[in-house]
T-cell receptor
């Protein structure tokens, strides 16, 4: 499969804890993106990290990329109940290929 | 700016019927992509359009078709509906400044139920 694979499939944590989600892929990429989806709704873009970048931050989000291991991780610090959602990684191999999504990690943050 | 809009939001059809879904991208965005999302298969790419031209097509049967108009609005059509076509259909638009660095902005989706 060319899809990215997120790990774990589901994660349940207490409010205030950190949540880490991982994404692996098989072919070389141009960039990797993370999206969030609240139950049954559209996806919201979180962060884009380019293949020549190793780490990127946005508020409570931290994304790392290891192209040698073909993997990325998304860390949400000090999680809140509102962070409860599904998180997807998506990658684009080259300029004109479509974005390929993984199957996502379902995060539940318990207040 | 208004976000990506999709109509209708919910749709119930029966097997054998056909359906047309509509997507209006963010103003100024020229690229529109369509995805099908199901619990079993996840998010699967359907089509990508730019300036009225289909740039990429996913691995779906010919019953699935789409088009883009000169104002960048897009429609997708599914003919001879099957039960397995029940899904959330998501549309996304992007600015197309540099495709390789593009992020996509998603609409709320159209939930299609085929009975």
């Amino acid at each position: 499969s060319q899809q990215g694979e997120e790990d774990p499939q589901a994660l349940s944590i207490q409010e205030g804890e950190n949540a880490t989600m991982n994404c692996s892929y098989k072919t070389s990429i141009n960039n990797l993106q993370w999206y969030r989806q609240n139950s049954g709704r559209g996806l919201v873009h979180l962060i884009l990290i380019r293949s020549n970048e190793r780490e990127k931050h946005s508020g409570r989000l931290r994304v790392t990329l290891d192209t040698s291991k073909k993997s990325s991780s998304l860390l949400i610090t000090a999680s809140r109940a509102a962070d409860t959602a599904s998180y997807f990684c998506a990658r684009r191999n080259s300029g004109n290929t479509p974005l390929v999504f993984g199957k996502g990690t379902r995060l539940s943050v318990i207040a | 700016k208004a976000g990506v809009t999709q109509t209708p939001r919910y749709l119930i059809k029966t097997r054998g019927q056909q359906v047309t879904l509509s997507c209006s991208p963010i103003s100024g965005h020229r690229s529109v992509s369509w995805y099908q999302q199901t619990p079993g298969q996840g998010l699967q790419f359907l089509f990508e359009y730019f300036s009225e031209t289909q740039r990429n097509k996913g691995n779906f049967p010919g019953r699935f078709s789409g088009r883009q108009f000169s104002n960048s609005r897009s429609e997708m059509n599914v003919s001879t509906l099957e039960l397995g076509d029940s899904a959330l259909y998501l549309c996304a638009s992007s600015l197309e400044a540099r495709l390789s660095q593009e992020t996509q902005y998603f609409g709320p989706g159209t939930r299609l139920l085929v009975l």
